[in-house]
């Protein structure tokens, strides 16, 4: 990871900006995310809407990995290749993307559910989507990493779920991936004190099963161990006094969801 990097409120208005191209890139995407459509449709559909709004995807060609999108099926954690897989009803998929816009870098994600899926499984996406949630809550000035950490580790534990340990979120701004790294474990009161001038990509990755992963062969793709599903939600946020400003949005998902 490169060096720890604070931003000034005007490069944090660029990084806004990357984040809402980021966050209407995943609602262009979201009208596509049904049953029957290929994931590499769905990574065609976010590259040329990135590109036809002025930015550059930043996940394509980044340590060479080949696609913009991170599609992620089931039992894979996240990294996984677009491809002609075509989603199929009890699937859940997480899209994760990242944009470079004016030259400042955006990350977000969402696991959607394909149709009907197993109750326990909506569990798992409800719970950690709360997870990022309570996260963001202590990703305010003053707290620390280890706040973030505990606040995803806590509720995913409550819950019977494993937290991933082997990938983390990072600092995002002016390049994919930044310092700190952020753990979804971790102790109350401890690791690097938040600050104004910290934006971060929080990301929890949470299984039903446990936590352990697997690395594939491709380079890329990280799955389960136990093979159980993981579920994948990712905000870029901007640490405050008081409360944190979140810099993308599933807005734009949402909308679509609430059409379907
Ligand atoms: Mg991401
Ligand atoms: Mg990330």
Redesign the pocket.
Known sequence: MSKFIFKTNQEIELIKQSCLLLSKTHGEVAKFVKEGVSTLLLDKIAKEYILDNGGVPSFLDFNGFPYTLCVSINDQVVHGFPSSYQLRDGDIVSIDCGVVYNGYFS?SAYTYPIGEIKPEIKILLDVTKQCLELAIEKAVVGNRIGDIGFAVQNHAEKAGFGVVRELV??G?GTKVHEKPEVPNYGKRGSGIRLEEGMVL?I?PMINLGKPAVMFWDDGWTVSTRDKSPSAHY?HTVSIRKGKADVLTSFMHIEEVLNKK
Request: net charge negative.
């Open positions: 990350d979120g990072h995002v990509a990301e990712e």
